[in-house]
């Protein structure tokens, strides 16, 4: 039995997508492509053959699968070597994958992430593993000012930063608070902080050129962009060209298709914080001050999976 793709993409989120998913969809029709929105609940993997089957029991493999940022965000940690696998069986069967499964498998992981920037000479903080809280403890007795964050994390949610105490390390609180986050992570990653005007440089990467630049500016009054109850406001950002050679090597480093990265101006100049896998929201800075595109993020990125659909994909061992 063998799969006959009734679809030439796949934008695969769970539920039924957002607008920008939408947008994608009508444009690749635009272009004489058959796109569609699938929700990755609604998929059963299938071995042999591999693939998938569809809710209403069709055998189905498309010929380029968009993996949308909640497939993996809304997946326990518990059962991402499953996810992984399944979308493995999308690509045995000959689908194309953007981002890739490999560049996904190894670097959504924040501290696999960070090791293979910083060995690739790229600025990225001192940054460690931890899985307990003497391991953090340790983090901010040496280091003093610490941001704390899952090894697998989205949307800045449990990311803290700690400061150290009279003796140097945690204090009871702050160790309590760690010891929570371990018990719901396991591994954590503890990163050196970076001295910073109080605002985060997020960069768009679409097919090695960077589609939109611009500032996560801080209204809190400590400057933290990560508080709930001051919401960042956008500003403004010229791409410097030692950004822009910094966030390409990046992303290239990682084998990314399409990435957000997000980065601060540190003493010593732009250091790479993380390198998302995705871009899933870009409808309210697609043809505004912050797009660097010729003709907007949504052309470029349909231009790109285009690209992708006109070149062969990876070998399939």
């Known amino acids: 039995m063998g799969g006959t793709a009734v679809a030439d993409v796949w934008i695969v989120g769970r539920g039924e997508g957002n607008a920008e998913m939408r947008t994608l969809c009508e444009e690749l029709g635009g272009r004489g492509l058959r796109a569609e929105v699938v929700d990755w609940e609604g998929l059963t993997p299938s071995c042999a053959p591999p693939g998938a089957l569809r809710a209403n029991g069709?055998?189905?493999?498309?010929?380029?699968?968009?993996?949308?940022?909640?497939v993996f965000t809304r997946q326990p940690a518990a059962g991402l070597a499953g996810l992984q696998s399944a979308l493995g069986l999308l690509e045995d069967a000959g689908a194309r994958l953007v981002n890739s499964l490999a560049s996904l498998t190894a670097y959504r992981n924040k501290l696999r992430q960070v090791a293979a920037l910083g060995a690739a000479g790229l600025p990225v903080p001192p940054t460690r593993a931890a899985r307990s809280v003497a391991q953090v403890d340790a983090c901010v007795g040496a280091w003093q000012d610490v941001v704390v964050k899952p090894s697998y994390g989205h949307a800045s949610l449990d990311v803290v930063r700690l400061r150290a105490k009279e003796r140097g390390g945690l204090g009871e609180r702050s160790g309590m608070l760690v010891w929570h986050l371990l018990?719901?992570?396991?591994?954590?990653?503890?990163?050196?902080?970076?001295a910073n005007p109080g605002r985060d440089l997020r960069v768009l990467v679409?097919?090695?050129?960077?589609?939109?630049?611009?500032?996560?500016?801080?209204?809190?009054?400590?400057?933290?962009?990560?508080?709930?109850?001051?919401?960042?406001?956008?500003?403004?950002?010229?791409?410097d060209p030692r950004v822009e050679e910094l966030a390409l090597r990046a992303v290239a480093v990682l084998g990314f298709d399409v990435a957000s990265l997000d980065l601060l101006e540190g003493p010593d100049g732009p250091v790479l914080i993380e390198v998302n896998p995705s871009i899933s929201y870009w409808a309210s800075v697609n043809r505004t001050e912050h797009d660097r595109t010729p003709e907007g993020i949504t052309?470029?990125?349909?231009?790109?999976?285009?690209?992708?659909?006109?070149?062969?994909?990876?070998?399939?061992?």
């Not at 055998?59 to 909640?70: D, N, Y």
């Not at 018990?183 to 970076?194: A, K």
């Open 58 to 70: 069709d055998f189905e493999v498309p010929r380029l699968a968009v993996i949308g940022s909640r």
């Open 299 to 317: 052309r470029a990125y349909v231009d790109l999976l285009c690209e992708r659909l006109a070149t062969p994909g990876p070998a399939v061992p």
């Open 183 to 194: 018990d719901r992570h396991e591994m954590l990653c503890v990163q050196q902080f970076v």
């Open 206 to 239: 679409i097919g090695g050129r960077v589609a939109a630049c611009y500032y996560h500016a801080s209204t809190a009054p400590d400057g933290d962009t990560h508080h709930p109850l001051y919401p960042f406001r956008w500003e403004r950002a010229e791409l």
